[in-house]
């Protein structure tokens, strides 16, 4: 088993800056890619950023130039820089890890960002 907890969500304000932490623990051997997702009022969840074991990255058009996701291995922890935020960033993120071989996700609890215009 794997726990997710997200941390770093709140309210800013469009062009801010914000950086989301995901902190794992349990069975963090069993990890593979970790992920970034948001689900807006009304919308779908969708992938914002995913890096892989190696560090390989990739991103949703709409958050490429603006948001960097990074993890330290030494600390069981993602990231998402998140910067020059607009009003269509709000959204709940949520912390999504991958179990090796089996492709099982993991899932944090959410954590709510809000950009106000």
């Known amino acids: ?43 779908q969840r969708e992938l914002v950023a995913r890096i892989t074991r190696n560090n390989f990255t990739n991103y949703a058009d709409s958050v490429k130039g603006r948001f960097t996701i990074s993890r330290d291995n030494s600390k069981n922890t993602m990231y998402l820089q998140m910067n020059s935020l607009k009003a269509e960033d709000t959204a709940v993120y949520y912390c999504a890890a991958t179990r090796r071989y089996t492709g099982y996700e993991y899932w944090g609890q959410g954590t709510q960002v809000t950009v106000s215009s």
Request: glycine share 16%.
């Open 1 to 43: 088993q794997v726990q997710l907890v997200e941390s770093g969500g709140g309210l800013v304000q469009e062009g801010g800056s914000l950086r989301l932490s995901c902190a794992a623990s349990g069975s963090i051997f069993s990890i593979d890619a970790m992920a970034w997702h948001r689900q807006a009022p009304g919308k």
